[in-house]
């Protein structure tokens, strides 16, 4: 039922709740990468990576991080990627490693040349052997297959020079991230983000501690990346405000009374899926046209849809009641084990919009969840892999291909080339709310996997 709270009610509302006044104040927190810019360059990203595993780096940690990181991949392998296995690790003599960004490594077969972002090797005979070898992704893709060119390297390399074996591949990047190559060991961010926070637990350098905590104030304002404060005050907000909120989702923000107030809380409402700016380096038009084919189409009772500007993620809520039910966990919607169907901004004319499980299960550790959401993304693949448009493996269950017809680059997401899609995002948003309710039959297997954990 539409609100009866006109848009300056709503607004006003919104402004002297305690609750959406506290949820801002966390928005604004901003850290060192996003006044430095470098929030989304793999680059730099990588480049903390690596100072962290270098056991001479001024982190006061030693070879700890270059021995978590490795037994994390070993944990994570599925199949049997190649690397050496935790026995191996053990005996390394990770004191005398040595850490390079960006490495060239010439392409078997092609004579290209692909740029390692992160190499890490160790002392081997005369020389050395590579023990580590990390692609990092800062967002989902990879581009023409470099995961494969770098196994192929890999592969090379340890047969000419008589390593024991090849060096463990790592694809670090966020959930929805598939590598090319199935010889990559996938480290998705709900692995990757505990191992950071165990690295502060061990009484770092200042430094590293002050990197560290600007790094996950940083990676928390992704849309893909859960931050359980963020996510139980933005709940707090749509629970006490949320006749407020509906007033305000189709009002735009160029009614002239709303224009100044707009501005002044931009980052709060397009946290809260509320006056997304088309200014914005960030917006997709095509995203927030799907975002509202969802709005129109799915039952706010089964999926909660929000995300940002390029982003979308829209989270099946009965899997949110079964896992509360069962664990008694009150956790936010986006910081604890869930299903979600997400998306970024479309290239090459194409979007993928992606159901995965993702986050951890309350009761237990990273490695053993990223078990928990593979086997259950296993079964849900085996049972409705005839609702999607494209298989998948790992954590990902399926994917929906949207087509974006002239919207092959970034500049060319703009809202007249969103003009006439309409009816084809309606038509696959209606294949998401199929799958929704087929999904309900479900629900009974995953709480009885739930129920069958040890604990």
Known sequence: MPSSLSPRDALARLLQSPDFQRFESELARVSAFHVLGIERRELSHAALLGWLLNPRGHHGLGTLPLR?????????????????????????????????LEVAA?????????????????????????????????????????????ASWASVEASKHC????????????????????????????????????????????????????????????????????????????EAEGDAIEALRQVPSSVPELQSVVLRHKDAWNALGLFLSRQSKGYSAFVAAFREALREVLDPDTWHIGGGEGSLIAIYLPAVAVLR??????????????????????????????????????????????????????????RFSSHFDQATRGQIVGAFVLAAPDIAHYAD??????????????RKAVEVRDLGEALRAWMAVFGSALEALPG
């Open 325 to 382: 039910e069962l664990t008694e966990d009150e956790r936010g919607l986006t910081s604890a084990l869930r299903i979600h169907l997400f998306m970024e901004r479309p290239r090459r004319e194409r979007a993928r919009a992606v159901v995965e499980v993702v986050g951890n299960h309350p009761h237990l550790d990273a490695v053993e969840s990223r078990r928990l959401r593979e086997q259950l993304a296993k079964d849900l693949r085996t």
């Open 163 to 238: 390593w024991p074996t090849e060096p463990l591949l790592v694809y670090l990047c966020p959930g929805q991230g598939q590598p090319a190559s199935d010889r990559f060991v996938v480290v998705d961010y709900d692995a990757y983000l505990p191992w950071l926070d165990e690295l502060l637990t061990h009484r770092p350098s200042s430094t590293a501690e002050f990197m560290l905590q600007e790094f996950r104030a940083c990676l928390g304002q992704r849309a893909d990346v859960q931050d359980e404060r963020q996510d139980k005050l933005r709940n707090a907000v749509v």
């Open 413 to 426: 997401d703009t809202d007249r080339r969103v003009e006439g899609l309409g009816d084809g995002l309606r």
């Open 68 to 100: 978590s990181f490795l037994m994390l991949a070993c944990c994570l392998r599925d199949g049997n990627p190649p690397g050496p296995d935790a026995v191996e690790i053990d005996s390394l003599d990770l004191h005398s490693a040595h850490v390079d």
């Open 106 to 150: 010439r392409v078997p077969g092609s004579g290209g040349v692909r740029r390692m972002d992160v190499l890490v090797s160790v002392p081997h005979g005369e020389g050395t052997r590579a023990v580590l070898v990390v692609e990092y992704k800062v967002d989902a893709s990879e581009s023409d297959d470099q995961t494969a060119d770098y």
